[in-house]
Nanobody, 122 residues
């Protein structure tokens, strides 16, 4: 059974930082691209960042480019999202997801975590 468990969310002031982690089990982690996606209240789920199976390719949404950094540790079956210079509009539930291909399309992710809330106060 595949499990993706996110942690690290919380409440932070605008301009602050958070680091999200996602621990994976039940899949061959090093064979999957990993992504972070988010969903704000009343909005569609949107792509944030993705990293290829070996970390060689990284893609970011324009809205987070230069502020967020995705990374992975295949020895620990974990993917991270370092979020700096947070803005109120970054407030959302953040999901970790796994895909067989490196993609920015939410529907192409095969496995999803339960999500972690990030709230940025202005």
């Amino acid at each position: 059974q595949v499990q993706l468990v996110e942690s690290g969310g919380g409440l932070v002031q605008a301009g602050g930082s958070l680091r999200l982690s996602c621990a994976a089990s039940g899949l061959t982690f090093g064979s999957y691209a990993m992504g972070w996606l988010r969903q704000a209240p009343g909005k569609k789920r949107e792509f944030v960042a993705t990293i290829s199976w070996n970390g060689g390719r990284l893609y970011y949404a324009d809205s987070v480019k230069g502020r967020f950094t995705i990374s992975r540790d295949n020895a620990k079956n974990t993917v991270y999202l370092q979020m700096n210079s947070l803005k109120a509009e970054d407030t959302a539930v953040y999901y970790c997801a796994a895909s067989g291909v490196t993609t920015i399309v939410p529907d192409r992710y095969n496995y999803w975590g339960q999500g972690t809330q990030v709230t940025v106060s202005s």
